[in-house]
Structures are given as structure tokens and as C-alpha cells.
């Protein structure tokens, strides 16, 4: 079965830090990866998606960048953390052909920017 | 691009109750709408799904519809319980998925 890790759990930063959040799926090949951020209430904001190594599409244009070094493992990093970047970071992967595939998400990233 | 609403953003129900969410969306190529339960610090868990050759799909005590000529589906859970407490959302896709701001239900007993 499949099964996805993120890492680490919770995360606390100080503004202007680098950040770097880790990813990976088990049991599956070839993904479709996602990045999203939950931000204080409850919307999903997608951030950054991948549909194989190197292949990386942004969806808002931030201080965030996301890269894809193997073919089930997502990072998503920062040079300088802004107090904005708070929030719960969630990774999901689906599968890659046709429209009808389940997407499934990681436990989450607490990070907070002080 | 895709927009879907859901309603309510609240939801207080009693235990033993029925409790339904409604979405609506935008894009008509949508085929595929799921909905996700997330409890309090963990990652959305999927918990129904339906496709839009189906008009409806239950499992147990959870149901979803879907009417696709008014783009509209619905989340229905009868006979709550204190553990159905948590923020649910709905989401429709084509290819990406687009999700709705969630509902925040509570189940007392």
C-alpha cells in the first residue's frame, strides 16, 4: 500500500531563516506531487505541483520554490522565511493518468515564522 | 478556472442527527468530486468520493450526491457521533483539484 512522510512535524523559524521541507511517498511510481499551505482558518492554498522528477509548476508566485530530485520525493524550500510563510505545509500525491485519480495528503507540516 | 463554494462554514449538529454539506462549482468538465475529513493537526483523510457518471455513492453512515446539471453535490452524514467532529471539505476536479474553504462541523452529545 502507499504511503506518505513529511518532515519534520513541526517547525519553528525565525524571519529571514532558509527553510526546507521534506517529502516522500512509498508503495507507488511516477506520482503526480503536490505542495499546499493552510494558512490560519481553513482553505487549502495549492502552492506547487509536479508531475515527475525535475518538473515543477508554480501555482502563486512567492518567496517559496519547490524542487523534485526523485521521483517520490518533493521538497519545498525557502531562502528567507517571512512571517506570512506560517501555516500548516501539506504534501499529497495522486496517481498519473486520466482525471479520475484519488489524491491523498501527507500528516502535515507545523510551521511557525517568529 | 474552477470555483467551488461550500456551505455552511459551521455546522452544530446533536449526536444522533443528521448533518449535510452542500458545494457547488463552476466548471462543467469537472468529473470528479471528493470529499476529505481533517481533524485537528492532521493531514485531510479522504472519506467519500463520487465521479460524475454517479448520481449518488453511500458507505455506511456517509452519502454523497451530485447533480450535474445544477453542479451541485452534497455530503450527507446521518446518525452522528462526537468523532464525526471536524472541519470537512469538498473539492471538484478535471485534472487540478480545487477545494472549497471547508466546514466546520461539531457533534455534540
Known amino acids: 500500500s502507499q504511503t506518505i512522510h513529511q518532515w519534520p512535524a513541526t517547525l519553528v523559524q525565525p524571519v529571514g531563516s532558509p527553510l526546507s521541507l521534506e517529502c516522500t511517498v512509498e508503495g507507488t511510481s511516477n506520482p503526480n506531487l503536490y505542495w499546499y499551505r493552510q494558512a490560519a482558518g481553513r482553505g487549502l492554498q495549492l502552492l506547487f505541483y509536479?508531475?515527475?522528477?525535475?518538473?515543477i509548476s508554480s501555482e502563486v508566485p512567492q518567496n517559496l520554490s519547490a524542487s523534485r530530485p526523485q521521483d517520490r520525493q518533493f521538497i519545498l524550500s525557502s531562502k528567507k522565511l517571512l512571517l506570512s510563510d506560517s501555516g500548516f505545509y501539506l504534501c499529497?500525491?495522486?496517481?498519473?493518468?486520466?482525471?479520475?485519480?484519488?489524491?491523498?495528503f501527507g500528516p502535515g507540516t507545523r510551521l511557525t515564522v517568529l | 478556472g474552477e470555483n467551488v463554494e461550500q456551505h455552511p462554514s459551521t455546522l452544530s449538529v446533536q449526536e444522533g442527527d443528521s448533518a449535510v454539506i452542500k458545494c457547488t462549482y463552476s466548471d462543467s468538465a469537472s468529473n470528479y468530486f471528493p470529499w476529505y475529513k481533517q481533524e485537528l493537526g492532521k493531514g485531510p483523510q479522504l472519506i467519500i468520493d463520487?465521479?460524475?457518471?454517479?448520481g449518488e455513492k453511500k458507505d455506511q453512515r456517509i452519502a454523497v450526491t451530485l447533480n450535474k446539471t445544477a453542479k451541485h453535490f452534497s455530503l450527507h452524514i446521518t446518525e452522528t457521533q462526537p468523532e464525526d467532529s471536524a472541519v470537512y471539505f469538498c473539492?471538484?476536479?478535471?485534472?487540478?483539484?480545487?477545494f472549497g474553504k471547508g466546514t466546520s462541523l461539531l457533534v455534540t452529545p
Open positions: 463520487i465521479r460524475s457518471n454517479v
Open positions: 509536479s508531475v515527475g522528477i525535475g518538473q
Open positions: 499529497a500525491w495522486d496517481g498519473t493518468s486520466g482525471s479520475y485519480n484519488e489524491q491523498f
Open positions: 473539492a471538484a476536479r478535471e485534472y487540478a483539484l480545487n
